[in-house]
């Protein structure tokens, strides 16, 4: 995404590029955000269940079929 801005910019493109640039960089960004928010909400269920579930101080067994 830098490269292109660098690109656009080394070229002497139309300044319409640099909107390209900034919308290739915000995709990006969203892009990283979910996969990462994603990889926490994997990782706390996989913690979260390897400790059990407690319930009025019993602990109970998650059993995934």
Request: glycine share 6%; proline share 2%; hydrophobic share 50%.
């Amino acid at each position: 995404d830098f490269d292109l801005i660098k690109r656009a910019e080394q070229q002497k493109m139309p300044k319409v590029f640099e909107w390209y640039g900034a919308f290739a960089l915000m995709v990006t960004l969203i892009w990283l955000y979910t996969e990462v928010f994603a990889y926490y909400q994997k990782l706390e269920a996989s913690f979260v269940l390897s400790q059990g579930i407690y319930l009025f101080g019993y602990q109970f067994a998650v059993f995934i079929g």
